[in-house]
Each structure stands twice: as structure tokens, then as C-alpha cells.
């Protein structure tokens, strides 16, 4: 490892949020659980640490070879990261009225029948078209060095960013195949989304005050 620490904590700690936050793997996830049991929702949890990984890689050494032939695209890249977050927060806090306001829609519904195998595949194909997945890795390499990033470097992010995402779907697997979980999840979730596009916001300001400067 070359890097500091404190490149690859900024990057889980941006992960960490968005894996913990409604989304098409989120709710993958949860409805694999809800309908088809415990065993499902880790099959699920399993393909979405595995897409994780694939997404981290891709990403991570496609741009690391943009940088250094161009290194005038990591500024494109990061305005281009800016209005992307700028849209996550929007759409997050757009939610989050809705969730207040009573719409639910987003609300999982249980898929029944999932083996575990059947959930994992499954898990893999959401997490491979999953625009948020495309965007959020986009963002993380304007805020992560890639142009300096040695291979243990960058292997060490993709471990544990794949690492942080088993823990957490793994996390709502055990948790939402129990009928309490679903209903605190029912409450709790406009109050999630709020709180995710605050952190949107400030990590866009954040990145755009490092363009200015």
C-alpha cells in the first residue's frame, strides 16, 4: 500500500452511505429476504459484495489509464461528479417528501420462491445495471487518487469496498426477514432519505470547493 489511509476511509465512508441507502440493491436485497427468507437475502447480499468488486475494479483501472494519458479529464470528471451527486441529493430528498407525504411507492415487495442461488444471480444483474452503481463510481474516483494508485492500492479498496457492502446487505438480510424490521423500515425510510441527501450535498460542495481552489 502507498496511499494514506485517509484516501481509502473518505471513499468507504462515501460507500458506506450509499450502500446503506435506498436503492435498486438495497430493495433487491430486502425483497429477497421478505419473500424468500433469511437464505435468499444472503444469497442476495453475496451478489452484491461480488458486483461491488467487478464495478470497483472496472472502474478504478479504466480511469487510472484515462489520468494518465489525459490528466485534464479528472477535472471534467469531477464537475461531472458534482451535478451527478447534485442529482442523487435531489432525487434522495425528492423521496424523502414523498415518504412523508405517505406515496409508497419504492416500498420492497417480497419475491417468494428465491433459493439462494437464484437470489445471487439475480443480485449480479441488478447490481450490473444499476445506474447508481455507475454513477457512485464515478464520483469515487475524482476523490480517490487512481493516477497514483499502485495495484495493492487499488486492491485494497476494491476488498473493502466489497467487504463493506457483504456486511451491510448482509446486515439487512438478517434484519428484514423479520416482519418488524419491514415495518421500522417503513417509517424510518423518509427520514433515511433525507439524511443521504444532506450528505450528497455536502460531499458535492466539498468536491466543488477543491475545483475553485
Not at 450502500?19 to 435468499?40: F, H, K, Q, Y
Request: proline share 5%; net charge positive.
Amino acid at each position: 500500500m502507498t496511499l494514506p489511509w485517509t484516501d481509502f476511509l473518505t471513499v468507504w465512508a462515501l460507500l458506506a452511505v450509499n450502500i446503506t441507502s435506498p436503492g435498486p440493491n438495497v430493495l433487491n436485497t430486502i425483497a429477497s429476504a421478505m419473500g424468500s427468507g433469511r437464505a435468499a437475502g444472503l444469497g442476495s447480499a453475496l451478489g452484491v459484495a461480488l458486483g461491488i468488486a467487478v464495478w470497483c475494479l472496472g472502474t478504478t483501472l479504466g480511469m487510472a489509464a484515462v489520468f494518465a494519458l489525459l490528466p485534464v479529464a479528472q477535472l471534467a470528471l469531477t464537475l461531472i461528479a458534482v451535478a451527478l451527486l447534485g442529482r442523487f441529493a435531489f432525487r434522495y430528498l425528492k423521496a424523502a417528501v414523498a415518504g412523508l407525504r405517505g406515496d409508497r411507492r419504492g416500498v420492497p415487495q417480497g419475491r417468494t420462491g428465491m433459493s439462494p442461488r437464484a437470489a445471487f444471480i439475480r443480485s449480479l444483474q441488478v447490481s450490473a445495471l444499476n445506474p447508481k452503481a455507475l454513477t457512485t463510481w464515478l464520483a469515487i474516483v475524482t476523490i480517490f487518487p487512481v493516477a497514483r494508485a499502485q495495484g495493492g492500492d487499488i486492491a485494497l479498496l476494491c476488498v473493502g469496498a466489497s467487504t463493506l457492502s457483504l456486511s451491510i446487505h448482509t446486515g439487512y438480510a438478517l434484519a428484514f426477514s423479520t416482519a418488524p424490521a419491514v415495518r421500522l423500515y417503513l417509517r424510518a425510510a423518509p427520514w433515511i432519505n433525507g439524511a443521504v441527501g444532506l450528505f450528497f450535498i455536502g460531499f458535492a460542495l466539498k468536491l466543488l470547493a477543491g475545483v475553485l481552489h
